[in-house]
T-cell receptor, first 111, second 117 residues
Framework: DAKTTQPPSMDCAEGRAANLPCNHSTISGNEYVYWYRQIHSQGPQYIIHGLKNNETNEMASLIITEDRKSSTLILPHATLRDTAVYYCIVRVGSSGNQFYFGTGTSLTVIP | NAGVMQNPRHLVRRRGQEARLRCSPMKGHSHVYWYRQLPEEGLKFMVYLQKENIIDESGMPKERFSAEFPKEGPSILRIQQVVRGDSAAYFC???????????????FGPGTRLLVL
């Protein structure tokens, strides 16, 4: 099953771009990469997902390497409210519908 | 369009009692997933259900835990004879369709915090 590896914690200055890396070297060819975040034990919030191409929405950008073994989530102008645990997720399981959360990256935005 | 709803938000039970957690998916969603989060850990998959069917229960403990998603009404996660180790946050998610290795995003509810005394 494909799994993910993320640094346990990162700091970012307010107003700067936050770049959160993720390694998913065993991802299969048709498997999407999802990013969610969890703010202070609330329910996980969907951010973005992608397959091969880079993606951008109102919250973030997702850069996926050409070999698809890693990706980077970019928050272009981090605010204090972006302080959260960020999860890079791939689907696993026999039904292909389990999200494997891992331990995520705890991002702290510093004033 | 209301999001995924879970109730109760907080539940306190004594050891040996039963806990019932309810999840109403987003409107138009027919797929429900339950996850458990122990303190300081990531979410762990428990079970995936469609209306009236359990599709994948590989993450469910073999005893005391059961889940259902009836034709009418919310999905229920039931924990019988609770023990202190069941204390955790239980999150429900829903998605509109699922196509195996498909692309459907799961939308999460606010969770139920279960405390077993």
């Amino acid at each position: 099953d494909a799994k993910t590896t993320q640094p346990p914690s990162m700091d970012c200055a307010e107003g700067r771009a936050a770049n959160l890396p993720c390694n998913h070297s065993t991802i299969s060819g048709n498997e999407y990469v999802y990013w969610y975040r969890q703010i202070h034990s609330q329910g996980p919030q969907y951010i973005i997902h992608g397959l091969k191409n880079n993606e951008t929405n109102e919250m973030a950008s997702l850069i996926i390497t050409e070999d698809r073994k890693s990706s980077t989530l970019i928050l272009p102008h981090a605010t204090l409210r972006d302080t959260a645990v960020y999860y890079c997720i791939v689907r696993v399981g026999s039904s292909g519908n389990q999200f494997y959360f891992g331990t995520g990256t705890s991002l702290t935005v510093i004033p | 369009n209301a999001g995924v709803m879970q109730n109760p938000r907080h539940l306190v039970r004594r050891r040996g009692q039963e806990a019932r957690l309810r999840c109403s998916p987003m409107k138009g969603h027919s797929h429900v997933y339950w996850y458990r989060q122990l303190p300081e850990e990531g979410l762990k998959f428990m079970v995936y259900l469609q209306k009236e069917n359990i599709i994948d229960e590989s993450g469910m403990p073999k005893e005391r835990f059961s889940a259902e998603f009836p034709k009418e009404g919310p999905s229920i996660l039931r924990i019988q004879q609770v023990v202190r180790g069941d204390s955790a946050a239980y999150f429900c998610a829903s998605s509109p369709t699922s196509r195996g290795q498909g692309k459907e995003t799961q939308y999460f509810g606010p969770g139920t915090r279960l405390l077993v005394l």
